[in-house]
């Protein structure tokens, strides 16, 4: 891991039916790694899809994957 800006966020929601308060919060932020991470790309763009982590239907387990390419400038 090259870098790591997480925070905590703390959200909730009220069930119309029940009127209870329900915990939605989590960490949001980016995190960046470095080196050979080819065999897991496939499982986090999964992951991407399928929803990661509890209470996805309320929108939580959202994430984005981005890849950089090496470029080499010859000049």
Do not use: N
């Amino acid at each position: 891991m090259t870098r790591c800006e997480l925070q905590w966020i703390e959200a909730q929601r009220r069930s119309s039916r029940t009127g209870q308060a329900h915990p939605l919060g989590g960490f949001v932020g980016e995190a960046e790694y470095e080196g050979d991470l080819g065999e897991f790309m496939p499982y986090l763009r999964l992951g991407r899809w399928v929803g990661v982590g509890r209470q996805t239907v309320w929108g939580k387990g959202e994430m984005r994957t981005m890849t950089a390419r090496k470029l080499t400038l010859f000049g």
